[in-house]
Protein backbone atom coordinates (compact mmCIF):
# COMPACT_ATOMS: atom_id res chain seq x y z
CA UNK A 1 0.00 0.00 0.00
CA UNK A 2 2.42 2.40 -1.09
CA UNK A 3 0.29 4.68 -3.26
CA UNK A 4 -2.28 7.00 -0.99
CA UNK A 5 -5.69 7.29 -1.73
CA UNK A 6 -7.66 10.32 -1.11
CA UNK A 7 -11.45 9.95 -0.77
CA UNK A 8 -13.78 13.10 -0.66
CA UNK A 9 -16.33 13.16 2.43
CA UNK A 10 -20.11 13.68 1.52
CA UNK A 11 -23.53 12.43 1.99
CA UNK A 12 -22.87 8.98 1.09
CA UNK A 13 -19.80 8.23 3.54
CA UNK A 14 -20.12 10.52 6.68
CA UNK A 15 -21.58 8.55 8.74
CA UNK A 16 -19.01 7.01 11.37
CA UNK A 17 -19.36 3.25 10.17
CA UNK A 18 -18.90 4.64 6.68
CA UNK A 19 -16.07 6.47 6.99
CA UNK A 20 -14.79 3.87 9.44
CA UNK A 21 -14.94 1.66 6.33
CA UNK A 22 -13.13 3.77 4.18
CA UNK A 23 -10.38 3.88 6.22
CA UNK A 24 -10.17 0.10 6.87
CA UNK A 25 -10.72 -0.04 2.72
CA UNK A 26 -6.74 2.07 2.38
CA UNK A 27 -8.13 5.89 2.49
CA UNK A 28 -4.91 7.53 4.04
CA UNK A 29 -6.50 11.56 3.59
CA UNK A 30 -10.00 12.02 3.95
CA UNK A 31 -11.32 15.61 1.96
CA UNK A 32 -13.49 18.29 3.38
CA UNK A 33 -15.15 20.22 0.29
CA UNK A 34 -15.60 23.87 1.71
CA UNK A 35 -17.45 24.57 -2.20
CA UNK A 36 -20.06 23.56 -0.60
CA UNK A 37 -19.78 23.39 3.19
CA UNK A 38 -18.50 25.19 6.60
CA UNK A 39 -16.56 24.38 8.97
CA UNK A 40 -19.53 23.72 11.44
CA UNK A 41 -20.95 21.15 9.15
CA UNK A 42 -17.40 19.33 9.15
CA UNK A 43 -16.90 19.20 12.95
CA UNK A 44 -18.87 15.84 13.29
CA UNK A 45 -17.38 14.24 10.58
CA UNK A 46 -12.73 15.96 12.13
CA UNK A 47 -14.16 13.98 15.42
CA UNK A 48 -14.91 10.74 13.84
CA UNK A 49 -12.05 11.07 12.00
CA UNK A 50 -9.61 11.90 15.10
CA UNK A 51 -11.16 8.94 16.93
CA UNK A 52 -10.90 6.74 14.34
CA UNK A 53 -7.35 7.33 13.96
CA UNK A 54 -6.50 6.50 17.66
CA UNK A 55 -8.91 3.40 17.25
CA UNK A 56 -7.40 2.44 14.13
CA UNK A 57 -3.67 2.86 15.20
CA UNK A 58 -2.94 4.80 11.85
CA UNK A 59 -2.45 8.19 10.75
CA UNK A 60 -5.81 9.66 9.27
CA UNK A 61 -5.01 12.98 7.39
CA UNK A 62 -7.50 15.56 6.89
CA UNK A 63 -7.24 18.17 3.85
CA UNK A 64 -9.54 21.03 3.83
CA UNK A 65 -10.06 21.76 0.23
CA UNK A 66 -11.12 25.62 -0.65
CA UNK A 67 -13.37 26.95 -3.04
CA UNK A 68 -11.27 29.35 -5.03
CA UNK A 69 -12.64 32.16 -7.24
CA UNK A 70 -14.63 30.02 -9.46
CA UNK A 71 -16.42 32.33 -12.09
CA UNK A 72 -20.10 31.35 -12.25
CA UNK A 73 -23.28 32.83 -13.85
CA UNK A 74 -26.38 33.69 -12.23
CA UNK A 75 -29.43 32.24 -11.43
CA UNK A 76 -31.64 30.68 -14.05
CA UNK A 77 -35.70 30.87 -14.17
CA UNK A 78 -35.62 27.37 -15.35
CA UNK A 79 -32.47 25.34 -17.42
CA UNK A 80 -31.66 26.59 -21.16
CA UNK A 81 -31.47 24.03 -23.65
CA UNK A 82 -29.15 25.22 -26.28
CA UNK A 83 -28.65 23.88 -29.70
CA UNK A 84 -25.55 23.72 -32.00
CA UNK A 85 -25.47 27.23 -33.83
CA UNK A 86 -27.86 28.72 -31.13
CA UNK A 87 -26.86 32.89 -30.52
CA UNK A 88 -27.13 33.15 -26.47
CA UNK A 89 -27.22 36.75 -24.92
CA UNK A 90 -24.20 36.94 -22.11
CA UNK A 91 -24.43 40.02 -19.69
CA UNK A 92 -25.74 41.62 -16.55
CA UNK A 93 -28.90 42.97 -18.54
CA UNK A 94 -32.08 41.17 -19.76
CA UNK A 95 -32.83 41.32 -23.71
CA UNK A 96 -35.75 43.48 -24.86
CA UNK A 97 -36.24 40.17 -26.85
CA UNK A 98 -37.99 38.11 -23.98
CA UNK A 99 -37.54 34.96 -26.36
CA UNK A 100 -33.66 35.35 -26.67
CA UNK A 101 -31.95 32.99 -24.62
CA UNK A 102 -30.16 34.78 -21.97
CA UNK A 103 -27.65 34.21 -19.39
CA UNK A 104 -27.53 36.01 -16.55
CA UNK A 105 -23.70 36.73 -15.54
CA UNK A 106 -22.21 40.12 -13.72
CA UNK A 107 -18.76 39.92 -12.52
CA UNK A 108 -17.44 42.85 -14.04
CA UNK A 109 -13.47 42.43 -14.35
CA UNK A 110 -14.88 39.16 -16.67
CA UNK A 111 -17.31 41.48 -18.72
CA UNK A 112 -14.53 43.75 -19.15
CA UNK A 113 -11.84 41.44 -20.43
CA UNK A 114 -14.09 40.08 -22.78
CA UNK A 115 -13.75 40.54 -26.85
CA UNK A 116 -14.72 38.87 -29.71
CA UNK A 117 -13.20 35.40 -30.53
CA UNK A 118 -13.04 34.26 -27.27
CA UNK A 119 -14.25 30.80 -26.17
CA UNK A 120 -16.25 30.77 -23.10
CA UNK A 121 -17.07 26.68 -21.33
CA UNK A 122 -19.51 25.86 -19.43
CA UNK A 123 -20.44 23.59 -16.80
CA UNK A 124 -17.23 22.01 -17.15
CA UNK A 125 -17.08 21.97 -20.89
CA UNK A 126 -20.08 20.19 -21.56
CA UNK A 127 -20.86 23.24 -23.51
CA UNK A 128 -18.88 25.23 -25.88
CA UNK A 129 -19.57 29.32 -26.63
CA UNK A 130 -17.76 32.09 -28.88
CA UNK A 131 -18.10 35.71 -28.38
CA UNK A 132 -19.69 36.98 -31.17
CA UNK A 133 -19.87 40.53 -30.86
CA UNK A 134 -20.31 43.20 -27.79
CA UNK A 135 -23.92 44.53 -27.90
CA UNK A 136 -25.09 48.36 -27.08
CA UNK A 137 -26.43 47.44 -24.22
CA UNK A 138 -22.94 46.30 -22.66
CA UNK A 139 -24.04 42.39 -23.07
CA UNK A 140 -22.26 40.23 -25.47
CA UNK A 141 -24.01 38.14 -28.22
CA UNK A 142 -22.10 34.13 -27.92
CA UNK A 143 -22.77 31.78 -30.96
CA UNK A 144 -23.02 28.03 -29.61
CA UNK A 145 -20.50 25.54 -31.08
CA UNK A 146 -22.16 22.21 -29.67
CA UNK A 147 -25.59 21.03 -28.22
CA UNK A 148 -25.91 20.97 -24.04
CA UNK A 149 -28.37 21.88 -20.83
CA UNK A 150 -27.09 24.84 -18.82
CA UNK A 151 -28.80 25.40 -15.48
CA UNK A 152 -28.35 27.59 -12.63
CA UNK A 153 -24.56 28.76 -10.76
CA UNK A 154 -22.62 26.27 -13.36
CA UNK A 155 -19.30 27.45 -13.91
CA UNK A 156 -17.29 29.63 -16.56
CA UNK A 157 -14.08 28.89 -17.75
CA UNK A 158 -12.32 31.20 -20.66
CA UNK A 159 -9.74 28.84 -21.97
CA UNK A 160 -6.37 30.14 -23.15
CA UNK A 161 -7.43 33.61 -21.77
CA UNK A 162 -5.30 34.70 -18.95
CA UNK A 163 -7.87 35.96 -16.17
CA UNK A 164 -6.35 37.49 -12.98
CA UNK A 165 -8.26 36.70 -10.39
CA UNK A 166 -7.09 36.39 -6.64
CA UNK A 167 -6.64 32.54 -5.42
CA UNK A 168 -8.07 33.30 -2.02
CA UNK A 169 -11.29 34.73 -2.27
CA UNK A 170 -12.36 36.48 1.04
CA UNK A 171 -14.61 33.93 1.78
CA UNK A 172 -11.47 31.19 1.42
CA UNK A 173 -9.18 33.50 3.61
CA UNK A 174 -12.44 33.19 6.52
CA UNK A 175 -12.95 29.51 5.65
CA UNK A 176 -9.24 28.64 6.25
CA UNK A 177 -9.11 30.41 9.36
CA UNK A 178 -12.10 28.01 10.71
CA UNK A 179 -10.43 25.39 9.38
CA UNK A 180 -7.08 25.73 11.19
CA UNK A 181 -9.19 26.27 14.28
CA UNK A 182 -10.77 22.94 13.62
CA UNK A 183 -7.52 20.94 13.00
CA UNK A 184 -6.94 20.26 9.45
CA UNK A 185 -3.71 18.90 8.61
CA UNK A 186 -3.65 20.54 5.24
CA UNK A 187 -5.18 22.45 2.88
CA UNK A 188 -5.96 22.54 -1.27
CA UNK A 189 -5.77 25.84 -2.76
CA UNK A 190 -8.28 26.05 -6.23
CA UNK A 191 -7.56 28.12 -8.97
CA UNK A 192 -3.75 29.04 -7.82
CA UNK A 193 -1.68 31.21 -10.74
CA UNK A 194 1.68 32.16 -8.96
CA UNK A 195 3.71 31.03 -6.40
CA UNK A 196 2.39 34.35 -4.36
CA UNK A 197 -0.86 32.79 -4.06
CA UNK A 198 0.94 30.03 -2.16
CA UNK A 199 2.73 32.31 0.20
CA UNK A 200 -0.44 34.06 0.89
CA UNK A 201 -2.05 30.73 2.34
CA UNK A 202 1.17 29.94 4.45
CA UNK A 203 1.33 33.93 5.81
CA UNK A 204 -2.02 33.13 7.40
CA UNK A 205 -1.75 29.43 8.45
CA UNK A 206 1.98 31.01 9.99
CA UNK A 207 -0.14 33.85 12.08
CA UNK A 208 -2.98 30.90 13.38
CA UNK A 209 0.65 29.02 15.02
CA UNK A 210 0.41 26.48 12.65
CA UNK A 211 2.80 24.79 10.25
CA UNK A 212 0.34 22.51 7.77
CA UNK A 213 1.13 21.99 3.86
CA UNK A 214 -0.53 23.71 1.09
CA UNK A 215 -1.64 21.89 -1.70
CA UNK A 216 -1.95 23.69 -5.18
CA UNK A 217 -4.15 22.78 -7.33
CA UNK A 218 -3.43 23.22 -10.87
CA UNK A 219 -6.09 23.87 -12.59
CA UNK A 220 -5.47 27.04 -15.13
CA UNK A 221 -2.84 26.78 -18.02
CA UNK A 222 -0.57 29.63 -16.58
CA UNK A 223 0.40 27.73 -13.22
CA UNK A 224 1.35 25.36 -15.76
CA UNK A 225 3.54 28.13 -17.41
CA UNK A 226 4.72 28.80 -13.65
CA UNK A 227 5.47 25.38 -12.03
CA UNK A 228 8.73 25.30 -11.48
CA UNK A 229 8.32 29.06 -9.50
CA UNK A 230 5.35 27.26 -7.77
CA UNK A 231 7.40 24.43 -6.82
CA UNK A 232 9.79 26.42 -4.80
CA UNK A 233 7.26 27.15 -2.36
CA UNK A 234 4.43 24.50 -2.20
CA UNK A 235 4.18 21.35 -0.33
CA UNK A 236 2.28 19.48 -2.59
CA UNK A 237 0.70 19.82 -6.17
CA UNK A 238 -2.69 18.42 -7.23
CA UNK A 239 -3.14 17.69 -11.09
CA UNK A 240 -6.54 18.87 -11.26
CA UNK A 241 -8.06 17.76 -14.55
CA UNK A 242 -11.25 18.79 -14.51
CA UNK A 243 -10.63 22.53 -14.66
CA UNK A 244 -7.63 22.08 -16.49
CA UNK A 245 -9.19 20.26 -19.10
CA UNK A 246 -11.29 22.65 -19.77
CA UNK A 247 -8.64 25.38 -20.01
CA UNK A 248 -6.26 23.38 -22.43
CA UNK A 249 -6.76 21.21 -25.18
CA UNK A 250 -7.81 17.62 -23.96
CA UNK A 251 -5.90 15.76 -25.90
CA UNK A 252 -2.52 17.85 -24.60
CA UNK A 253 -3.81 16.48 -21.09
CA UNK A 254 -2.54 13.05 -20.96
CA UNK A 255 1.06 14.82 -21.77
CA UNK A 256 0.55 17.40 -19.33
CA UNK A 257 -0.14 15.39 -16.32
CA UNK A 258 3.40 13.83 -17.28
CA UNK A 259 5.19 16.34 -17.19
CA UNK A 260 3.86 17.59 -14.18
CA UNK A 261 3.98 14.61 -11.96
CA UNK A 262 8.03 14.35 -13.93
CA UNK A 263 8.64 17.66 -12.38
CA UNK A 264 7.28 17.53 -8.83
CA UNK A 265 8.86 13.94 -8.64
CA UNK A 266 12.66 15.69 -9.77
CA UNK A 267 12.09 18.07 -6.73
CA UNK A 268 10.54 15.22 -4.31
CA UNK A 269 7.06 17.18 -3.99
CA UNK A 270 4.30 14.55 -3.42
CA UNK A 271 1.76 14.89 -6.56
CA UNK A 272 -1.71 14.14 -6.83
CA UNK A 273 -3.62 13.07 -9.77
CA UNK A 274 -7.40 13.99 -8.82
CA UNK A 275 -10.98 14.13 -11.39
CA UNK A 276 -13.01 11.27 -12.93
CA UNK A 277 -10.46 8.67 -11.93
CA UNK A 278 -13.37 5.56 -11.49
CA UNK A 279 -16.56 8.23 -12.39
CA UNK A 280 -18.30 5.29 -13.67
CA UNK A 281 -18.80 3.68 -10.00
CA UNK A 282 -21.15 6.54 -8.70
CA UNK A 283 -23.55 4.39 -9.95
CA UNK A 284 -21.57 1.08 -10.93
CA UNK A 285 -19.90 -1.55 -8.91
CA UNK A 286 -17.08 -1.79 -11.06
CA UNK A 287 -15.09 0.36 -13.09
CA UNK A 288 -14.75 0.84 -16.85
CA UNK A 289 -11.47 -1.27 -18.50
CA UNK A 290 -10.47 2.54 -19.35
CA UNK A 291 -10.70 3.28 -15.75
CA UNK A 292 -8.43 1.11 -14.37
CA UNK A 293 -5.91 1.82 -17.01
CA UNK A 294 -6.21 5.65 -16.48
CA UNK A 295 -5.29 4.95 -12.42
CA UNK A 296 -2.71 2.38 -13.22
CA UNK A 297 -0.72 4.67 -15.57
CA UNK A 298 -0.90 7.56 -12.79
CA UNK A 299 1.01 5.47 -10.86
CA UNK A 300 3.83 4.04 -13.59
CA UNK A 301 4.03 7.82 -13.83
CA UNK A 302 5.04 8.39 -10.57
CA UNK A 303 2.25 9.85 -8.83
CA UNK A 304 2.09 9.78 -5.00
CA UNK A 305 -1.63 10.07 -4.38
CA UNK A 306 -4.85 9.41 -6.30
CA UNK A 307 -8.21 11.28 -5.45
CA UNK A 308 -11.81 10.25 -5.46
CA UNK A 309 -14.22 13.08 -6.08
CA UNK A 310 -17.91 12.16 -6.51
CA UNK A 311 -17.16 8.15 -6.26
CA UNK A 312 -16.56 8.74 -2.51
CA UNK A 313 -18.71 12.14 -1.65
CA UNK A 314 -22.05 10.90 -3.36
CA UNK A 315 -21.86 7.77 -5.06
CA UNK A 316 -23.72 4.63 -4.20
CA UNK A 317 -20.28 2.60 -3.66
CA UNK A 318 -17.95 4.28 -1.69
CA UNK A 319 -16.12 1.67 -0.03
CA UNK A 320 -16.32 -0.59 -2.67
CA UNK A 321 -14.76 2.40 -5.30
CA UNK A 322 -11.80 2.57 -2.37
CA UNK A 323 -11.42 -1.31 -2.49
CA UNK A 324 -11.29 -1.41 -6.12
CA UNK A 325 -8.82 1.59 -6.34
CA UNK A 326 -6.35 -0.39 -3.88
CA UNK A 327 -6.36 -3.36 -6.13
CA UNK A 328 -5.43 -1.02 -8.87
CA UNK A 329 -2.49 0.54 -7.59
CA UNK A 330 -1.39 -2.56 -6.37
CA UNK A 331 -0.88 -3.95 -9.55
CA UNK A 332 0.56 -0.85 -10.86
CA UNK A 333 3.39 -0.98 -8.08
CA UNK A 334 4.17 -4.56 -8.17
CA UNK A 335 4.82 -3.52 -12.28
CA UNK A 336 6.63 -0.69 -10.83
CA UNK A 337 8.81 -2.53 -9.03
CA UNK A 338 9.96 -4.33 -11.83
CA UNK A 339 11.36 -1.69 -13.91
CA UNK A 340 15.16 -2.56 -13.47
CA UNK A 341 16.23 1.11 -13.67
CA UNK A 342 13.76 2.76 -10.80
CA UNK A 343 15.85 4.86 -8.82
CA UNK A 344 16.89 8.17 -10.52
CA UNK A 345 19.41 10.60 -9.20
CA UNK A 346 18.01 13.53 -7.66
CA UNK A 347 16.96 16.48 -9.18
CA UNK A 348 18.64 18.51 -6.76
CA UNK A 349 22.16 19.41 -6.06
CA UNK A 350 21.96 18.84 -1.92
CA UNK A 351 23.80 16.17 -0.28
CA UNK A 352 20.94 14.73 1.46
CA UNK A 353 18.82 14.41 -1.60
CA UNK A 354 21.80 11.98 -2.99
CA UNK A 355 22.17 10.30 0.70
CA UNK A 356 18.57 9.35 -0.23
CA UNK A 357 19.21 7.92 -3.05
CA UNK A 358 22.26 6.12 -1.94
CA UNK A 359 20.50 4.60 0.77
CA UNK A 360 17.55 3.15 -1.77
CA UNK A 361 20.53 2.01 -3.91
CA UNK A 362 21.96 0.64 -0.62
CA UNK A 363 18.66 -1.07 0.31
CA UNK A 364 18.26 -2.78 -2.77
CA UNK A 365 21.82 -4.51 -2.59
CA UNK A 366 21.91 -5.40 0.83
CA UNK A 367 18.33 -7.45 0.87
CA UNK A 368 16.77 -4.80 3.65
CA UNK A 369 13.23 -5.24 4.20
CA UNK A 370 12.39 -1.38 4.93
CA UNK A 371 13.94 2.23 5.32
CA UNK A 372 14.28 3.87 8.47
CA UNK A 373 14.50 7.53 8.75
CA UNK A 374 13.92 9.82 11.34
CA UNK A 375 12.58 13.71 9.90
CA UNK A 376 11.85 16.62 12.06
CA UNK A 377 10.44 18.37 8.69
CA UNK A 378 9.66 15.55 6.53
CA UNK A 379 12.19 16.24 3.47
CA UNK A 380 14.00 13.18 4.28
CA UNK A 381 10.50 11.19 3.80
CA UNK A 382 10.13 13.00 0.63
CA UNK A 383 13.84 12.66 -1.05
CA UNK A 384 13.16 8.62 -0.10
CA UNK A 385 10.02 8.73 -1.60
CA UNK A 386 10.76 9.92 -4.79
CA UNK A 387 13.26 7.38 -5.36
CA UNK A 388 10.42 4.84 -5.47
CA UNK A 389 12.20 1.94 -3.41
CA UNK A 390 10.85 -1.20 -3.38
CA UNK A 391 10.71 -1.38 0.51
CA UNK A 392 8.50 0.26 2.67
CA UNK A 393 10.04 3.76 4.22
CA UNK A 394 9.54 4.00 8.40
CA UNK A 395 9.58 7.81 9.11
CA UNK A 396 10.01 8.43 12.60
CA UNK A 397 8.93 12.08 13.45
CA UNK A 398 7.64 13.63 16.91
CA UNK A 399 6.46 16.50 15.15
CA UNK A 400 2.51 16.24 14.70
CA UNK A 401 1.91 18.34 11.43
CA UNK A 402 4.89 16.37 10.28
CA UNK A 403 3.61 13.45 10.61
CA UNK A 404 -0.22 13.92 9.23
CA UNK A 405 1.63 16.12 6.34
CA UNK A 406 3.48 12.69 5.50
CA UNK A 407 0.29 10.88 4.36
CA UNK A 408 0.99 12.55 0.92
CA UNK A 409 3.95 10.70 0.21
CA UNK A 410 4.23 7.36 -1.55
CA UNK A 411 5.17 4.60 0.38
CA UNK A 412 5.53 6.30 3.69
CA UNK A 413 4.37 4.68 6.97
CA UNK A 414 4.62 7.53 9.60
CA UNK A 415 5.32 6.95 13.04
CA UNK A 416 4.53 9.56 15.81
CA UNK A 417 7.66 9.43 18.28
CA UNK A 418 8.27 10.77 21.43
CA UNK A 419 10.87 13.85 21.75
CA UNK A 420 13.19 12.50 24.13
CA UNK A 421 16.81 13.68 24.85
CA UNK A 422 18.57 10.65 22.71
CA UNK A 423 19.88 11.10 19.49
CA UNK A 424 18.21 10.19 16.38
CA UNK A 425 20.00 7.47 15.49
CA UNK A 426 19.30 5.88 18.87
CA UNK A 427 15.88 6.53 17.88
CA UNK A 428 15.94 4.79 14.93
CA UNK A 429 17.77 1.77 16.16
CA UNK A 430 14.98 1.44 19.05
CA UNK A 431 11.92 1.71 16.82
CA UNK A 432 13.79 -1.45 15.09
CA UNK A 433 14.33 -3.24 17.70
CA UNK A 434 10.36 -2.98 18.98
CA UNK A 435 8.98 -2.57 15.89
CA UNK A 436 7.11 -5.64 15.44
CA UNK A 437 7.00 -5.28 11.32
CA UNK A 438 11.25 -7.17 11.66
CA UNK A 439 12.59 -9.82 12.62
CA UNK A 440 15.62 -10.79 14.01
CA UNK A 441 18.46 -10.94 11.67
CA UNK A 442 16.66 -8.45 9.15
CA UNK A 443 18.74 -5.99 7.39
CA UNK A 444 17.30 -2.32 7.15
CA UNK A 445 18.78 0.90 6.34
CA UNK A 446 18.65 3.77 8.63
CA UNK A 447 19.01 7.61 7.32
CA UNK A 448 19.14 10.58 9.84
CA UNK A 449 20.28 13.98 10.85
CA UNK A 450 22.88 13.28 13.26
CA UNK A 451 24.07 16.37 14.76
CA UNK A 452 27.25 16.43 17.21
CA UNK A 453 26.60 17.18 21.05
CA UNK A 454 25.08 21.04 21.22
CA UNK A 455 23.85 21.05 17.58
CA UNK A 456 20.93 21.48 16.45
CA UNK A 457 19.87 18.86 13.47
CA UNK A 458 21.52 19.92 10.02
CA UNK A 459 19.50 17.46 7.72
CA UNK A 460 20.40 13.93 6.83
CA UNK A 461 23.62 13.15 7.35
CA UNK A 462 24.31 9.45 7.83
CA UNK A 463 23.72 6.22 6.28
CA UNK A 464 23.63 3.01 7.96
CA UNK A 465 23.18 -0.40 7.66
CA UNK A 466 21.41 -2.19 10.80
CA UNK A 467 20.68 -5.88 11.72
CA UNK A 468 18.15 -6.65 14.03
Known amino acids: ?274 TQMLLSMVNNPSPTRAETTDVANAVLDGADCVMLSEETAMGHYPVETVQFMRSITSEAEALLMERTTRFELPGQDEASDFLSYSACLLAEKAGAVGLVAHSMSGAAARNLSARRPSQPIYILTPNKEVYHALNFSWGVRPHLIANTSTGHLERAESFIEFCEDFRSGDNLVITAGQPRPGEAPQGTNLVKIYRK
Do not use: W
Not at 26 to 34: A, C, D, E, W, Y
Not at 56 to 78: C, W, Y
Not at 202 to 215: D, L, Y
Open 1 to 274: MKTKIIATVGPACSAPDKLRSLAEAGVSIFRLNFSHSGAASFEPIVRTIRSLEKELGIPLTIMQDLAGPKIRIGDLAEPLNIAFGDKVVLGKTPPVDKNALYIPFAKEEILASLEPGDRLALADGTLMLAVREKLPDGNFLLESGNSGIVTSRKGLALPGKDVRLPALTEKDKSDLRDGLALGVDAVALSYVQTPEDILEAKAIIAEAGKNIPVVAKLERQNAVDRLFDILKVVDVVMVARGDLGVECPLQKLPSMQKRIIKACNNVSVPVIVA
